[in-house]
């Protein structure tokens, strides 16, 4: 595998420290709103990461993926909703998983929140740590931490030291790109804000805490072996999550750090406080397919902008459907010999995947490699040149694209979930059928308007019609 690792700003060979489980942590949604799409193609990103290292390279995981369920944000909302901060959070972190679901991300080994106990303590743990190493100080009840005690600060987002003033802080758990300043470890307990005393007073922890803390409570001794996030990450939160950990255990945090480009709407990064959103939810609402969405998210390479726009869907709804059409005619194929040219196309078609996905995710390269597939069975199938056996080679392929990809299992599942009862659905088709052999062609018209109308398309073929979604 070749991945582009932030630190170094080069492609560089990955493999896992231990040479078979990768030990990796992502962050997770802010759980004080609903994901957006432009929050699911970082999460998309990751997930096909995941699917690379574990199906095609064949190492195992321990991938952590943390929700932040307490910062100035979800405070703020939950304050703001009349609900205390565990009921508004839960909300969020259930509609995540079901659009996670939606999507087809694969489940991750761990899933923690950062105000369970466990995560807690290990972030005071973390706190006294760096204390005792002498990166902190106090102030007005909180502690922060002193980034001229760090020589290395600023190595991830290659900061100009010249730049970072002396003695200047921030408390807020969010702040400016450029302003690199020292920044809390444990907030100082405030009216009406939920408060912990586990050794460093009565507070919380600050977001960039949270994350350095459960990485290595989860993952074990640094360095772990990947770290992953939106671009928007790197500076603060990622650069300060590099500072604790570091400062706190001696040692290098992680070996290659992954991150994900913006999704734009109209040119604009899309963003809950900008309010340009959509969630996953809005797009199945309208009608559009999780494959359609899925593939879209996934057809720009990780490192540049996505641009989301309805006809980009439309065009992605259309890829799927093509890539599905073509497996439903191979899966129609009956009797023949078989090819040779065939068995070798598609084991060609596999090493051409195979070697676009581990050259650091060329997802788009991959995509063309599929595409080419698609077309050449096509053609195969006109010409006669496909049977039986021809035929299952070729599933074969399209399933090993899929251990990556995750687009035709979802639209597999979402056939088998028409929006029409599938008994309704057959028994339509009977009653065309007999119609049509009865000269009732009025009758045979309407029921294909009818199902068309609800998203039902009927094909005819010599050996009988089939349906599908449109």
């Given at each position: 595998m070749r991945l582009f690792n932030t630190l170094s700003r080069r492609e560089e060979?990955?493999?896992?420290?231990?040479?078979?489980?990768v030990r990796m942590y992502t962050c997770g949604l802010t759980v004080y709103a609903r994901g957006h799409i432009g929050n699911f193609r970082t999460f998309v990103s990751q997930d096909l990461l995941r699917r690379v290292l574990r199906h095609i390279d064949g190492y195992a995981m321990c991938h952590v993926m943390n929700f932040t369920d307490v910062d100035d944000k979800t405070i703020h909302a939950a304050r703001d909703a009349g609900v205390p901060l565990r009921e508004y959070t839960d909300r969020f972190i259930a509609?995540?998983?079901e659009d996670a679901a939606a999507l087809g991300l694969e489940d991750v080994e761990e899933r923690p929140r950062a105000t369970d106990d466990a995560n807690m303590r290990a972030m005071v743990a973390m706190v006294q740590a760096l204390d005792k190493n002498g990166h902190t100080y106090f102030s007005d009840g909180s502690i922060y931490f002193k980034i001229s005690t760090l020589p290395g600060y600023g190595k991830l987002a290659h900061l100009d030291h010249e730049g970072i003033q002396p003695g200047a802080r921030v408390d807020s758990d969010t702040y400016s790109k450029q302003d690199a300043r020292d920044f809390v470890l444990w907030k100082a307990t405030k009216p009406g804000e939920p408060t912990w005393n586990l050794g460093c007073g009565p507070g919380r922890p600050g977001w960039h805490l949270e994350c350095s803390a459960m990485a290595l409570r989860l993952l074990g001794e640094p360095p772990i072996d990947l770290h992953g996030g939106g671009i928007d990450?790197?500076?603060?939160?990622?650069?300060?999550e590099i500072a604790q950990a570091e400062g706190a255990t001696g040692k290098p945090f992680s070996?290659?750090?992954?991150h994900t480009e913006f999704l734009n709407l109209d040119n604009e990064k899309m963003s809950k406080s900008i309010?340009?959103?959509?969630t996953v939810r809005d797009i199945l609402g309208k009608g559009y397919r999780a494959s359609a969405l899925r593939f879209l998210l996934l057809s720009v390479h990780y490192r540049k902008q996505l641009?989301?726009?309805w006809d980009l869907l439309e065009q992605a709804d259309a890829a799927v459907t093509r890539i599905a059409d073509c497996l439903g005619r191979a899966g129609r194929v009956t009797g023949g010999v078989p090819h040779a040219a065939m068995a070798e196309r598609t084991a060609k078609a596999r090493a051409d995947f195979r070697e676009m996905v581990t050259s650091d995710l060329n997802i788009p390269g991959a995509?063309?490699?599929?595409f080419d597939l698609v077309r050449d069975v096509n053609s195969a199938i006109d010409r006669g040149e496909c049977g039986v056996a021809d035929a299952a080679h070729v599933r074969e392929a399209f399933d090993y694209f899929d251990l990556v990809l995750g687009v035709l299992?979802?639209?597999?599942?979402?056939?088998?979930r028409p929006p029409v009862p599938v008994e309704d659905i057959e028994r339509l088709i009977a009653e065309r059928k007999d119609a049509r052999a009865t000269r009732r062609f009025a009758r045979a018209d309407e029921i294909r308007r009818e199902l068309d109308e609800k998203g039902i398309v009927l094909e005819d073929s010599p050996s009988g019609t089939r349906w599908k979604r449109k």
């Open positions: 060979d990955f493999a896992p420290a231990d040479g078979k489980t509609a995540f998983r990450l790197i500076f603060p939160h990622h650069e300060n070996r290659f750090w992954m309010g340009n959103v959509f641009m989301f726009n995509m063309g490699v599929v299992a979802l639209r597999r599942a979402e056939d088998e």
